[in-house]
């Protein structure tokens, strides 16, 4: 066990004393647990936590946004014709030659899912239940079959859900991958404070941690060796999708193609927002950056903002998939992000050491955001994508973006993929299937492969259409 009196004496001196307001209650595995717990902490980010939160209750902006500046949308590259063929060769050439990885965000709590276990295990499969992992890894699995080379996968979680995650690999014999290419590795915790600044203690042995955001990747990503694991691969593209959405085209050769040829350092794929209101980050130029400012900061008035040609000003939105060139995540990883705060119902011991659970903000929680980055970027491009094919995340437990629209627009994608193979099925005027259907990545991750493995195979004429490698 760390050195108590020299533990209390530095939390004294950081103002932070009541953490050891039940220590003479505990017993020995409760002081270790506390004890190693608070050896953690590090005074240098305390200090920086408080004076972000002093910031934000003083008014300043948690972001480092110059929201003062005039903004335009950045521009959006719409690959067709020559312009997608080109990206695509060269996509492919980087994926022949092993310089492209992927990396998955998922140390997230899925709070507004609700799912007991790590998002990525949750079942999406709209025939096998397959979890979201499985469709991540088959069109890894699918990629390395195609390209000769494999896309090595790169996992972030958090330490409530890495050994959950790590057992879901395991039990699935890692989808197929092999292991030695799979890089788990776990984002960092902050404490909570409370608005006078103090450290929250969840249980009378615990103090509350919660995940430093998506925004943790990058200093994660150095501390763990995963970015020295991707420069002694020889890695230059990493491609970077949220854990959530089976849609996504991983590692997909023409936004990698694109992103390579422009010599992009942080390249962004954006999509037409649903409606002027949809909660997206939008791309913008803003005092002389491009960065990504999100839905709350825009009025009214500029979220309905329309141009000569009756479009949205403001149409396409970021839904976080990303590529990152390697230099650049290095770079970012050492310089570091900005903190947001955040008012939250946080779990506190209350003077008797009673677990509350308070039903209304008690506490400020602190993230980063990945995108903050894009500011630092000396080159970023967008590339527009068709949701309808790329995005259907999973994120609330019922309605929109729930676990049944996820399915039911895979089966939506897949049944539009067996169209083009020759297999016309019945499907409503919004084009979902009245069958379920599910195709493993790894038998087709693509409509012209699909075409081929079907041609001259009879599909059976009723009831769920699966297709497996
Ligand atoms: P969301 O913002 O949707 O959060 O994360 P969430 O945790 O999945 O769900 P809610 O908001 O609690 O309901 C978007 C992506 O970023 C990852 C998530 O795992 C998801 O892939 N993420 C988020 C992290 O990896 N770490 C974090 O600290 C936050």
Not at 414 to 436: C, F, I, M, Q, S
Request: hydrophobic share 45%; net charge negative; with cysteine.
């Amino acid at each position: 066990m760390p050195d108590i009196e020299s533990l209390r004496l530095a939390f004294a001196q950081h103002g932070q004393s009541h953490v050891f307001a039940f220590w003479d209650q505990l017993d020995e595995q409760g002081r270790a647990a506390l004890a190693g717990q608070l050896s953690k902490i590090d005074f240098d980010d305390l200090a920086l936590l408080r004076r972000t939160l002093d910031g934000a209750l003083a008014g300043a902006s948690g972001s480092a946004a110059g929201t003062a500046a005039p903004m335009a949308p950045a521009p959006v590259a719409v690959l067709e014709g020559k312009a997608l063929a080109d990206a695509t060769a060269r996509g492919e050439a980087e994926l022949r030659a092993g310089r492209v990885a992927a990396l998955v965000v998922a140390g997230g709590q899925g709070s507004r899912l609700g799912f007991d276990g790590p998002k990525g295990c949750f079942p999406v499969g709209p025939v096998t239940d397959a979890p979201l992992f499985f469709f991540h890894a088959r069109k890894l699995l699918a990629l390395e079959t195609r390209f000769g080379r494999p896309v090595p996968f790169y996992i972030m979680t958090s330490e409530t859900n890495d050994a959950a995650t790590r057992a879901c690999f395991r039990e699935n014999g890692f989808f197929g991958l092999d292991e030695k290419n799979v890089f788990f590795f776990v984002q960092g915790m902050w404490p909570a404070l409370s608005p006078e600044g103090r450290i929250i203690l969840d249980g009378r042995d615990h103090v509350f941690f919660g995940p430093d955001g998506h925004g943790g990747t990058l200093s994660a990503l150095r501390r763990s060796g995963a970015l020295a694991d991707m420069e002694a691969r020889g890695i230059s593209s990493v491609f970077y999708f949220q854990v959530d959405n089976p849609m996504v085209e991983v590692a997909d050769p023409a936004f990698v193609g694109y992103h390579v040829a422009t010599g992009s350092d942080y390249s962004v794929k954006v999509c037409a927002k649903r409606d002027p209101n949809e909660g997206l980050g939008v791309v913008v130029e803003r005092g002389g950056r491009t960065e990504i400012v999100e839905y709350t900061e825009f009025t009214d008035e500029q979220k309905n903002e329309r141009g000569a040609d009756g479009e949205l000003r403001y149409k396409y939105g970021s839904v976080a998939i990303h590529v990152f060139s390697v230099p650049f995540l290095a770079r970012e990883a050492a310089a570091g992000l900005p903190l947001h705060v955040a008012h939250k119902k946080v779990p506190h011991v209350d003077a008797s050491g009673r677990v509350v659970k308070p039903s209304s903000p008690n506490a400020y929680k602190f993230e980063k955001f990945i995108f903050d980055a894009l500011r630092d970027a000396k080159k970023s491009v967008c590339v527009a994508f068709d949701r309808e094919a790329e995005f259907s995340p999973v994120k609330n437990a019922e309605g929109s973006d729930s676990p049944a629209t996820c399915r039911a627009d895979l089966s939506r994608k897949w049944a539009r993929w067996l169209a083009a193979a020759g297999v016309a099925l019945e499907t409503d005027a919004k084009g979902y299937p009245a069958r379920r259907i599910e195709i493993d990545p790894a038998f087709a991750a693509d409509p012209e492969t699909l075409k081929a493995k079907l041609a001259g195979v009879a599909l059976p004429a009723a009831g769920d259409i699966l297709l497996k490698a």
